[in-house]
């Protein structure tokens, strides 16, 4: 039988998107960006935030013109350590991409650096970025809101994001640690695929239209929504909803973009208006960089040295999964489902 | 029947721990700062951080001495933006207290401050010192590490802290947004009192010795530990997890403190090394204030009209039920259990 998967290159599925994204109106810069995120994300196995996305959230849109291909991005305020950055309705790692560069920036003057985003789009994986500051011996932290998916604790209504939140930090010899995570319990595409298989969800990922769990997906995509982190109050989920919430008035509210149920969906006529928090913290301000750096490693060995529990399973660091699947993508080529790189072909 | 608590003036109650404090060899004015944050616990809701813990987080340690009455805290380094405190093993809350008042005067030159303080012990509630930030219109950020109680996922040994997040910042006409939450799914104590009832826990709290869920309370204190956030990994745990790893790389590995099972106990002989990371930012660099402040009120209107669920509750905000415990004890007095008030007057 069959795969339903190939293996590419990465240089030749960067280029392939980057083509398809400069067709579209982009500036070849621009588009060698986000090509480059996108490829990332199925690099490290994140398939849901890859190419497989770039019809649907990015080229539609730029065709349709909902996003702005040629934006001007810039910071409408900017003082000491902080600055605010206009996305202009630009494609959203474009946008991100430039915050992220200011925020080193400012780190690089300052020691740290925070940049609140407005007027964006949908980013991809927020890794990307934090490890951007990695890459110059920062710690990086991403944080963006989302058209809401999520019921808040006690409501019965989608109105916070899966708003993720990511931390990445540079060990020595260990790999970086890097969190990434979605302040939902799970993302809405694991309920559709459960739905497409006919199958029953794990209790405790989702609500019903009157906010109580319920193990049907139908139940889920149409009249209900996702638990926040936690699941049902009685399992906490309130913590997840106020992480979800804490992430929205950081990157929406106070940026000035869009928040809560105000964030429209990527393919929506008008502007999502995603808002973004980049922050970044050179660690040679914090101590010497090596010592802190081995300070890492030792924590990510103590993780590792966890004895395993009745499951047999190893204990994981942050990104570790991500790192390895990157590692193969690099020696083996990047995994694309058959038919979206096919798809690619025909738009390229 | 005699009611389990009595109502205490605020100012009664806290120069009552004040003076205790004093009488074990702490500065009036550090005295003064540990008594308003323990007190400000009970005033907000939190008893497990108030009053009632003075004997056994500070008193017991301060009298043997395990925590240093008279510490010299000073930053080790300082540039920029950012700071590293070292604590001198002194009382939590005034080590932390210290910390964050340099933070916000580092944000006061640069926007933004970031304060990572190592060689502290158990700081009480982590909303106190991000409340100092909001009272000066920035937005406060609060992170500690803690004696390792919670199990990796997919591990079988207590490994990782309850570490706590919080992320304060303010509104107009509202209260401000206060998210305080441990990234345990519960507290130890939660287990503890199922225990001494005599009553199951509910599943999703805790694991047995081998990692396995488990509602036997006495088997999650004796062998086992607490979830993270989100239970096992099939609810997603593996973020709680995360997210309590990222607490503990910042606060604790980042900062020069111990980290892991490396932070020990209050009450052990040798110095907890506990490590918290502080941070601020000016609301009036990112924007108008007031205007920002006005989307702060949109936002936290715009949940509390979230219509409720089946089980009739109303949406909160984070930091909602707090405000309203405190503004009542500030009316009728701070709300104490009587025996721990007759053993204060003991002491005092």
């Known amino acids: 039988m069959q795969s339903e998967y190939l293996r590419v290159p990465k240089a030749e599925l960067a280029d392939l998107v980057a083509g398809i994204l400069a067709g579209s109106g982009l500036p070849p810069e621009d588009a ?88 964006s789009n949908h980013f991809g994986i927020a890794a990307y970025y934090a490890l951007m500051a990695t890459a110059e011996n920062m710690a990086g932290f991403t944080l963006t809101n989302s058209q809401p998916l999520t019921i808040p604790t006690h409501g019965r209504r989608r109105l916070v994001g899966t708003n993720p939140i990511c931390v990445a930090v540079p060990a020595r010899r260990c790999r970086p640690f890097v969190l990434d995570m979605a302040t939902s319990v799970v993302p809405i595409g694991r309920i559709q695929l459960h739905s497409r298989l006919g199958r029953d969800v794990p209790p405790g990922w989702g609500a019903d239209g009157e906010g109580r769990p319920t193990t049907d997906p139908g139940c889920i995509l149409q009249e209900g929504g996702l638990f926040p982190l936690g699941g049902p109050a009685a399992t906490a989920g309130y913590k997840g909803y106020g992480l979800a919430a804490a992430v929205d008035v950081l990157a929406g509210v106070l940026s000035g973009a869009a928040f809560l149920d105000g964030v429209l969906p990527p393919g929506h006529a008008d502007p999502s208006d995603v808002g973004h928090a980049f922050a970044a913290v050179r660690l040679d301000l914090l101590g010497d960089p090596d010592d802190l750096k081995d300070r890492m490693d030792r924590f990510i060995l103590r993780l590792k040295a966890c004895p395993p529990g009745a499951g047999g399973e190893a204990v994981l660091v942050p990104g570790e999964k991500e790192y390895w699947e990157e590692e193969i993508a690099r020696a083996e080529g990047v995994r694309v489902r058959r038919e979206v790189l096919a798809g690619l072909r025909a738009e390229g």
């Not at 770039?54 to 991005?73: E, K, M, Q, T």
Request: charged share 25%; aromatic share 4%.
């Open 32 to 119: 060698g960006v986000a090509a480059d995120v996108l490829v990332r994300a199925d690099m490290r196995g994140i398939e849901s935030h890859g190419v497989s996305r770039l019809r649907a959230y990015y080229l539609d849109a730029l065709r349709a013109g909902h996003i702005n291909p040629r934006p001007v991005i810039r910071p409408t305020r900017r003082s000491g350590a902080v600055a605010v950055v206009d996305g202009d309705n630009g494609l959203g790692p474009v946008v991100a991409w430039r915050s992220m560069r200011l925020c080193l920036e400012l780190a690089g003057e300052s020691g740290l650096g925070l940049v609140l985003t407005r007027r």
